[in-house]
């Protein structure tokens, strides 16, 4: 008992060292690595990244060192057109009550740093896109050592974002995109142009437009997404966006002179919760019906697009084993069925748009 009690007095001091050692270190290098973690940020981006006050710990994630960074701001990236979007400020790309930074401890005695994982917490990020294309989140850049000869890439083996408030305004393809990422990890590797990207992310769409549509009716959806970026363009991995037993996969890319070829499907859809994500006042006005049945559809975009220019639309689509029901009339249609597609046509737009349903059958 006594060879126990001493093995555990022992223990609780080398423990109780240990922490006030890397307590002590944690303290003595503070300042030091905050400097260095900056200085390799900025050298990997081309924007302007400012901090309020930080705090290094080597105790909070060990054995893995953490850095805090409070008020964090990222600048928007130079070069792109910022008159077009008015009174809307389009100065900063991020801003973050707190970012934290981990890495390994052996990454300080080599100056040589890899991120781990970073974790953005109760922020906003803004992504702008001027009606050339050119945007204010070009952030990346080749890491040069002092040499001259090009110096390691950038890599994030995880990205985690909490309650971070997103803003996506394109007026080139006259789009608005805002939502709340609730929980989302992101996977990234960057070296100069190329990034490679995988995220899983809980989000809550708020605010959909484009031209004159405009949906504000908020939708929580899953989004799973991979893809390269380079020089060429953006080239999508099987990506799904799910939305409660929605599923839609997309494929394709998005060129660097905005050329599109993407492909969006989905099947096995039930309709029945249809109307609870149609705009208020179709909503209010569909309230008495009860939709129930099995959605698969395809859809295809390609082409050159723009805000004066729409690519190739081809949506097609089949429901089965379909019912629905009026409550104040009592009209019921039993167990139909039909496919239908939709294309923008020749001249790729509303005049030269067709549309198609056949194969129509019900009880």
Request: some cysteine; proline content about 3%; charged content about 20%.
């Given at each position: 008992m006594k060879v126990f009690v001493r093995i555990v007095r022992i223990s609780a001091i080398a423990v109780i060292s240990l922490l006030l050692i890397l307590f002590t270190v944690s303290l003595a290098m503070q300042n030091r690595v905050a400097s260095v973690i900056l200085d390799t940020l900025n050298r990997n981006f081309l924007t302007r990244i400012e901090t309020g006050s930080y705090h290094f710990s080597l105790i909070r994630k060990f054995p893995r060192?953490?850095?805090?960074?409070?008020?964090?701001?990222?600048?928007?990236?130079?070069?792109?057109?910022?008159s077009g979007f008015g009174k809307i400020s389009t100065d900063t790309l991020l801003q973050a009550r707190s970012a934290f930074i981990d890495f390994k401890m052996t990454d300080i005695l080599k100056g040589d740093y890899t991120f781990k994982t970073i974790t953005v917490r109760s922020g906003r990020?803004?992504?702008?896109?001027?009606?050339?294309?050119?945007?204010?989140y070009q952030v990346t850049a080749p890491a040069?050592?002092?040499?001259?000869?090009?110096?390691?890439?950038?890599?994030?083996?995880?990205?985690?974002?909490?309650?971070?408030?997103?803003?996506?305004?394109?007026?080139?393809?006259?789009?608005?995109?805002k939502g709340m990422f609730r929980e989302g990890r992101i996977k990234s590797r960057i070296s100069g142009n190329n990034i490679d990207f995988d995220s899983n992310s809980e989000v809550v769409f708020q605010h959909f437009q484009t031209g004159g549509f405009v949906y504000k009716q908020p939708v929580t959806a899953t989004l799973e997404v991979g893809l390269n970026r380079n020089d060429k363009g953006v080239f999508f991995k099987k990506s799904t966006l799910q939305t409660g037993n929605w599923k839609f996969v997309m494929n394709g890319f998005v060129a660097a002179d905005g050329f599109i070829d993407l492909t969006v499907s989905g099947s096995d859809i039930d309709i029945a919760p249809i109307i609870d994500y149609l705009p208020d006042k179709y909503r209010t006005q569909a309230?008495?019906?009860?939709?129930?049945?099995?959605?698969?559809?395809?859809?295809?975009?390609?082409?050159?697009?723009?805000g004066r220019k729409n690519p190739h639309l081809e949506i097609a689509w089949s429901v089965k084993d379909a019912n629905i029901a009026h409550g104040r009339s009592k009209?019921?249609?039993?167990?139909?069925?039909?496919?239908?597609?939709?294309?923008?046509?020749?001249?790729?737009?509303?005049?030269?748009?067709?549309?198609s349903i056949k194969n129509f059958a019900t009880r």
């Open positions: 060192a953490t850095i805090e960074l409070r008020n964090v701001i990222v600048h928007s990236s130079p070069g792109f057109e910022r990020l803004n992504l702008f896109r001027d009606s050339s294309g050119k945007n204010n040069v050592k002092k040499d001259g000869e090009p110096g390691s890439s950038l890599n994030l083996d995880r990205i985690n974002l909490a309650d971070v408030f997103v803003t996506y305004h394109d007026l080139d393809a006259a789009l608005i995109i309230a008495a019906y009860q939709p129930s049945g099995i959605l698969k559809v395809e859809s295809s975009f390609k082409g050159a697009t723009s009209l019921k249609i039993d167990r139909f069925a039909f496919d239908g597609s939709l294309t923008n046509g020749q001249s790729n737009c509303a005049e030269t748009a067709v549309l």
